[in-house]
Nanobody
Framework: QVRLVESGGGSVQAGGSLRLSCAASGYTYSSNCIAWFRQAPGKEREGVAAIYTSNGRTYYADSVKGRFTISQDNAKNTVYLQMNSLKPEDTAMYYC??????????????????WGQGTQVTVSS
């Protein structure tokens, strides 16, 4: 059974940084795509970043390009999301997901089967 556990969320002021972690277990980590999504109250869920663990290819939403970096530590089966220059509009619950089930042109738009419980990020102005 796939298990994803997010950590690293918190409250920061605008301009600050946070690093989120997504620890994966229970499946073939090395041949999957892991994506970060976020959802703010009253807004639709948004794909933020994704990485293919087999080759390290990354994808980013335009809203976070140049500020967020997704990376992986294959020895720890963990994917990270380094978030710099945070803005109040980055405030959301952040989730990691894997087991892509339906491809929709981009890993940030596609459907996933397995999700973590989420970690809250709050950025104050």
């Amino acid at each position: 059974q796939v298990r994803l556990v997010e950590s690293g969320g918190g409250s920061v002021q605008a301009g600050g940084s946070l690093r989120l972690s997504c620890a994966a277990s229970g499946y073939t980590y090395s041949s999957n795509c892991i994506a970060w999504f976020r959802q703010a109250p009253g807004k639709e869920r948004e794909g933020v970043a994704a990485i293919y663990t087999s080759n390290g290819r990354t994808y980013y939403a335009d809203s976070v390009k140049g500020r967020f970096t997704i990376s992986q530590d294959n020895a720890k089966n963990t994917v990270y999301l380094q978030m710099n220059s945070l803005k109040p509009e980055d405030t959301a619950m952040y989730y990691c997901a894997t087991d892509l089930t339906m491809w929709v042109g981009s890993p940030l738009l596609s459907a996933y089967k397995s999700w973590g419980q989420g970690t809250q990020v709050t950025v104050s102005s």
